[in-house]
């Protein structure tokens, strides 16, 4: 079934004046789900002086000088978010990719992200990580692929997308096609990582606490000529399988950083989720912090400064770049 909704939680006249600042704050809600009780950034973005007009380079010119630390993030965006759940992707006659759509409000020319579960595992896992960075002014699309069998394949499957969504900018009017990130987890880093490895048409991406699958995935990774960001869980509570291949076999302009306490599905985020976990909510803004730095600046130099005071107090550890 496909369903698509938009719930303002806000009093009327918090409403009326997000109106009137070109922002609505909003929260979604799935028809059989318990929305996670986020707070709503009070953040008010400005319309380009010029063409009076909200747009998302403008959004996103002004999040990267705010310097806002990752935190904030933590915290839903300020815009309105289309669901689009049930739809597919038709690569061929015959392949349907399953696949849940997160349309920003922000409308024409935002970057999109996509993003891929990991083993046995499924898109619903994460509804919530594609609702919230569309608040953020990222659209996002939520991929449901054979939670088993081969994450090389499925690696091949993922470029395929980028590259259909990539060619045909009419069909995807509120994506900027030119500005397509790929997000995995656990396996489907690794697949993320193939996908990229062989060209991708993509400006970058983010593994959230991945695992190696394949023999071929150091060079795979070797391949890769565009940024990638690495959240890792904490080894101490689970050390993914493989997961110093990554960072080890990028080339360059690349980094990762551990998350104090968490756990390997800590970097999910369902739509019925405890929204007080604060690992899944460490998981969460330093993913969203990395997707606003790549589709920003196609660097992460602003993430690395985003993620500064959580370093400096503990909550995110290990950090390295190269």
């Known amino acids: 079934m496909t369903s698509r909704s938009v719930i303002h939680p806000v009093p009327r006249s918090s409403r009326l004046a997000a109106v009137l600042t070109a922002v609505a704050l909003m929260v979604l809600v799935g028809s059989c789900a318990q929305m996670p009780s986020t707070d709503v950034t009070p953040i008010v973005f400005k319309p380009d002086p010029v063409t009076k007009v909200l747009e998302s380079e403008t959004v996103r010119t002004q999040v990267v000088e705010r310097n806002l630390g990752v935190d904030q993030f933590r915290r839903r965006g300020p815009f309105e978010v289309s669901v689009r759940s049930g739809q ?20 024409n020319n935002a970057p999109l992200v996509i993003l891929l579960h990991g083993y046995n595992n499924g898109k619903a896992d994460h509804a919530y990580q594609g609702m919230h960075l569309a608040t953020w002014g990222i659209n996002s699309i939520v991929l449901q692929l054979p939670n088993r069998g081969s994450w090389v394949t499925h690696g091949r499957t993922l470029a395929r997308v980028a590259d259909y969504i990539r060619k045909r900018p009419a069909q995807f009017p509120d994506i900027d096609t030119r500005n397509i990130l790929l997000v995995g987890h656990s396996f489907g880093a690794s697949a993320v990582s193939f996908a990229m490895g062989q060209g991708a048409p993509v400006i970058g991406g983010v ?16 391949r890769i000529g565009r940024p990638v960001m690495i959240i890792l869980a904490d080894d101490a509570v689970f050390p993914a399988r493989g997961r110093e291949i990554f960072l080890n076999n990028l080339r360059g302009n690349a980094g990762e950083l551990s998350i104090r ?3 390997h599905e800590d970097a999910q985020f369902s739509l ?3 929204a007080d976990n604060q690992e899944r909510l460490a998981f969460l803004s330093a993913l969203t912090t990395a997707a606003i730095s790549i589709s920003s600046t196609g660097q992460l130099d602003y993430a690395w400064q985003s993620y500064e005071p959580a370093i ?9 770049k190269k």
């Open 312 to 320: 400096a107090a503990g909550r995110l550890f290990d950090a390295r």
């Open 272 to 274: 019925s989720d405890d």
């Open 261 to 263: 306490g968490a756990g």
């Open 88 to 107: 597919f992707i038709r690569l061929s006659a015959k392949e349907r990719i399953p696949a849940d759509f997160y349309i920003s409000a922000l409308g």
């Open 207 to 222: 593994l959230l606490d991945p695992a190696s699958f394949g023999k071929g995935l150091p060079t795979a990774l070797g």
